[in-house]
């Protein structure tokens, strides 16, 4: 659907978290910038588009998702993924990969970035740590990062904290997962009956639970802030209300697919669902949609994760962890959650771009999408960007499409 840079967009649902709004509304759009709200002097010569059943809202902020290239230009290049990003409603990607751990590697991946020529907004997390090892954090900083990452799963809790001590001064918050590997052991999914039944080795709760719960700990002595990624028990909510209630620097995110789906899901060994952490049970979900809407949980990441059909087509105990979701994640948040009234948009849009901002403390764009949510499409091959399909989506019809973006690039 072509739509013009200038135009009237009438009768749009306009939703707008940073002003708590959410009205039909006609929406003056000139050159790709929201001019004016239901103003009555529109200028002559310029295109109205009734878009009654229609959402304007903020293109969405994904605080974390993987960069495939260099190294993994088969599961995914930069230019699918943001061709990816761009389909699927992204404004903002906030990338990481275990090449960013020097100087070199981000200025071979700007160039790669500047090439592209996107107006989607990149920034990078740089990689705290290599192999256990500390890197050089101060030399890194002067990069252009949103902050710091702790990619490898927790084993050294030494090393944790002298990444937090050193980083104090710094400023920038550091990005992490918080799990014990060596409490989740070869664990592939949630422990509790369904794994039971599926004969399928569980990870307990309490590798997430007791991790943050030393984490935290951490934070409240030396004062460097963090942000904890893919939040996954009920338990772990607890402790992070505990915490901000106690003024601790912590943000939170959980992922989408951790929004929708179980433990139960699992039932059908799909590989794509082998997520780290692992999808929680039934009480899990309940208790991080609530979170959402409360605010413990600040964001809902899309933790976009590229891998090979060759690489996922394998049993579920073998599968590496992760799925892509750029493409889709708005689409499913929007009919699984909003549709049946578990959230409103207003709470869905600020969870996908007013707090991943605040969470990376960095000041808006003004990127805007068109979104239909009843747009029917199949999630096939040729209807992804992505060069990797791992999604147990794959085949499947669903309702919800981006069908227009205005990008503003603001000093």
Not at 2 to 9: E, K, N, Q, R, T
């Amino acid at each position: 659907m072509y739509i013009p840079s200038s135009v009237v967009l009438g009768n749009v649902r306009f939703i707008d978290p940073w002003n708590s709004i959410d009205q039909v509304a006609d929406v003056l759009i000139i050159e790709g910038k929201i001019k004016s709200i239901n103003t009555h002097q529109l200028p002559g010569e310029i295109d109205y588009l009734n878009c009654e059943n229609l959402l304007l809202a903020p293109a969405l902020v994904d605080l974390y998702s993987i960069l495939s290239q260099p190294g993994h230009e088969e599961r995914e290049t930069l230019s699918s993924l943001l061709c990816a990003a761009r389909a699927g409603g992204i404004g903002q990607l906030n990338l990481y990969s275990k090449i960013l751990n020097e100087p070199a590697s981000f200025v071979h991946v700007d160039e790669l970035l500047k090439a592209e020529g996107s107006l989607i907004d990149v920034n990078f997390w740089a990689c705290a740590n290599i192999n256990q090892q500390l890197n050089n954090l101060l030399e890194l900083s002067q990069n252009r990062i949103v902050g710091f990452i702790y990619i490898n799963p927790i084993e050294d809790y030494a090393l944790l904290r002298s990444i937090l001590e050193y980083l104090a001064p710094i400023g920038l918050p550091l990005a992490l997962t918080a799990q014990d590997s060596a409490l989740a052991g070869k664990g592939v999914m949630r422990e509790g009956v369904q794994a039971l039944r599926l004969g399928l080795s569980g990870v307990p709760s309490y590798c997430e639970t007791a991790s943050l719960a030393g984490i935290l700990q951490m934070v409240e002595e030396i004062g460097t802030p963090v942000h904890f990624m893919r939040i996954s028990t009920a338990k772990s909510i607890e402790l992070i209300a505990q915490a901000k209630r106690k003024g601790l620097p912590i943000t939170a995110s959980t992922t989408w697919l951790h929004l929708l789906f179980t433990s139960e899901d699992i039932a059908s060994y799909n590989p794509n669902l082998r997520l780290e952490p692992p999808l929680g049970n039934p009480s899990d979900r309940q208790a991080l949609v609530e979170a959402i809407k409360t605010g413990i949980v600040d964001a809902i990441a899309i933790d976009h994760t590229p891998y090979t059909y060759e690489e996922k087509t394998v049993a579920f105990a073998e599968a590496p962890t992760g799925a892509i979701g750029l493409e889709i994640a708005l689409a499913l948040l929007y009919q699984q959650l909003v549709v049946t009234e578990k959230i409103s948009p207003l709470e869905l849009w600020a969870a996908l771009t007013l707090k991943p901002i605040h969470s990376l403390g960095r000041s808006p764009n003004n990127h805007w999408i068109l979104f239909d949510p009843n747009k029917q499409w199949k999630v096939e091959p040729s209807s992804l960007n992505s060069l990797s399909h791992n999604t147990h989506y794959l085949g499947e019809q669903v309702s919800g499409k981006v069908i227009g973006s205005f990008y503003d690039f603001r000093p």
